[in-house]
T-cell receptor, first 115, second 113 residues
Framework: GEDVEQSLFLSVREGDSSVINCTYT??????LYWYKQEPGAGLQLLTY?????DMKQDQRLTVLLNKKDKHLSLRIADTQTGDSAIYFC???????????????FGKGTKLSVIP | EADIYQTPRYLVIGTGKKITLECSQT?????MYWYQQDPGMELHLIHY???????EKGDLSSESTVSRIRTEHFPLTLESARPSHTSQYLC????????????FGPGTRLLVL
């Protein structure tokens, strides 16, 4: 079945760039997402990328997609302490049993920003 | 800003009690989901619904049950709470077709003593 892999932890210094990586297995994925979860809160949609794109930039966030390697990354420029959170990668995958699509989430990467 | 709400935000309850976690959304989304999130951060899909009168079990077996009588409302019920049910429960919704972008509620943190 579909699987989304992420490293569990990342630690960076304030002001540096953070790069969170994700690999997925479903080659038919058409949308890939990044969500952010702050302590005690639900998941907040950060950004998504359509599979016919290689890159998407939104202010400090840059998403890179390598479809050949099934690799997705999220780069946060000028990382701030407020960026400390758990970041989830997700792919839109076919749910063949129900004839529909669902999101498959990675286990999350905990980003710690050191002041 | 997503309009999806969960109540209560926090609940401490004794073993054997019946509880219902509420989830409602005002976006008119057909699809709704319940996830259980363990302390190790991983999300587990326990229930989902494609619309009114539709409920399906997710990837993780759960002793909870759900109902979908109205589009905007997707409550989760535990008939007899146990300490093993202690977790964070996240509700989400998405449109029926298209990007399937899921919008999440703030979560309910449940502690069963």
């Amino acid at each position: 079945g579909e699987d989304v892999e992420q490293s569990l932890f990342l630690s960076v210094r304030e002001g540096d760039s953070s790069v969170i990586n994700c690999t997925y297995t479903d080659s038919s994925s058409t949308y890939l997402y990044w969500y952010k979860q702050e302590p005690g809160a639900g998941l907040q949609l950060l950004t998504y990328i359509f599979s016919n794109m290689d890159m998407k930039q939104d202010q400090r966030l840059t998403v890179l997609l390598n479809k050949k390697d099934k690799h997705l990354s999220l780069r946060i420029a000028d990382t701030q302490t407020g960026d400390s959170a758990i970041y989830f990668c997700a792919e839109r995958a076919a749910n063949s049993g129900a004839g529909s699509y669902q999101l498959t989430f990675g286990k999350g990467t905990k980003l710690s920003v050191i002041p | 800003e997503a309009d999806i709400y969960q109540t209560p935000r926090y609940l401490v309850i004794g073993t054997g009690k019946k509880i219902t976690l509420e989830c409602s959304q005002t976006m008119g989304h057909d699809k709704m989901y319940w996830y259980q999130q363990d302390p190790g951060m991983e999300l587990h899909l326990i229930h989902y619904s494609y619309g009114v009168n539709s409920t399906e079990k997710g990837d993780l077996s759960s002793e909870s049950t759900v109902s979908r009588i109205r589009t905007e409302h997707f409550p989760l019920t535990l008939e007899s709470a146990r300490p093993s049910h202690t977790s964070q429960y996240l509700c989400a919704s998405s449109e029926q077709a298209g990007k399937e972008t899921q919008y999440f509620g703030p979560g309910t943190r449940l502690l069963v003593l």
